[in-house]
């Protein structure tokens, strides 16, 4: 029987004690009479009575076929009771994902519709107003909505509104603090008003709650990366930098960063006298398609002479 490992995180928020109660009373139902106990979550870990939550720090377990899908079906249906938040699921063989499922509440609860509708107005940038108008009332509705704060918080910060966004992202930690989105939001805001160190921290935060088969995972790395060369921890800058050119992950989103990140890193290595590094480094920056925040290609090949020379 083929063994899998099994990557689980997330959190949902059921909003009433009638609505917690059921699901409660399901799961454990299901679990027993459906299942067999075939279950990799046991309810008695997962479920906060006073939070009236599901919480799900992130969870890495051994998993054959069978237990991956009993789980994923009784989650399936727990996710049905639910007024917010988002699970995900992670299936790993020798290290490779071979299957992800994103678990969020697609009801006709008003809430629900209210923040699906602003969500897909937040990335079109004639319609930040209407969309900040809907997160504010998703959060006037439900105030333990840490999405609907999370996304409120990327739109003031678009805006440049960075009060707000700080105060719209702390609050989506406080209620969430396993969402890595949140953190990496109030890095960048962090960043804008040069608290640096604040920023780092925050991105930090996003590595632990998330994995390396998330683009978010390496954005942070590189955002931590950058943090770590403006505080001075060059040490610190080039393990992250080096972790992000040598991510196994491949993700088309980030290649985007590869010439500068592997510019930035050549640089360092070549500072600690590790030349032979900075020559590898500087050669695939040449190599990394074009990126208008790297430095231009003669500056690139002018310090790998160097490196050469050297």
Same mark, same amino acid.
């Given at each position: 029987m083929s063994e899998y490992k099994v990557i689980i995180a997330g959190q949902l928020? =059921?909003?009433? @004690? @009638? &609505? =917690?109660s059921q699901v409660m009373e399901q799961y454990a139902h299901r679990m027993e009479n459906y299942y067999k106990n075939d279950i990799l979550l046991k309810p008695e870990?997962?479920?906060?009575?006073?939070?009236?939550?599901?919480?799900?720090? @992130?969870t890495v377990l051994p998993s054959t076929e069978r237990l991956w899908l009993n789980t994923l079906n009784l989650l399936e249906r727990v996710v049905t009771f639910s007024i917010a938040g988002s699970l995900n699921l992670w299936r790993l063989d020798a290290g490779v994902m071979i299957d992800h499922h994103q678990l969020e509440p697609k009801s006709d609860r008003t809430t629900v519709q209210l923040f699906n509708h602003g969500r897909e107005l937040v990335d079109q940038r004639d319609n930040e107003q209407e969309a900040l108008k809907l997160m504010t009332k998703v959060v006037s509705r439900f105030e333990r909505h840490a999405q609907?704060?999370?996304? @409120?918080? =990327?739109i003031n910060y678009r805006l440049g509104n960075d009060k707000d966004a700080l105060y719209d992202y702390s609050k989506s930690i406080s209620i969430n603090p396993l969402m890595p989105e949140s953190y990496y939001g109030r890095g960048l805001v962090n960043l804008r008003l040069n608290d640096v160190p604040a920023a780092a921290a925050d991105f930090e935060a996003v590595t632990k709650n998330s994995i390396p088969h998330q683009s978010i995972y390496w954005m942070a790395q590189v955002a931590l990366g950058d943090a770590y060369l403006q505080?001075?921890?060059l040490t610190d800058a080039m393990r992250a930098y080096g972790m992000f050119t040598k991510r196994k992950q491949r993700i088309a989103s980030l290649d985007r960063y590869d010439r500068r990140v592997a510019f930035q890193l050549g640089e360092?290595?070549?500072r600690a006298g590790r030349k032979s590094d900075a020559i590898v480094a500087l050669e695939r920056a040449l190599a990394s398609p074009p990126d208008h925040? &790297?430095?231009?290609?003669?500056?690139?090949?002018?310090?790998?002479?160097?490196a050469r020379s050297a």
């Open positions: 928020e =059921f909003g009433s @004690r @009638r &609505a =917690f870990t997962i479920f906060k009575e006073e939070e009236l939550t599901l919480d799900v720090p @992130r609907a704060y999370e996304r @409120r918080g =990327f505080l001075g921890q360092l290595y070549l925040k &790297a430095p231009e290609e003669t500056t690139i090949r002018n310090l790998l002479d160097t």
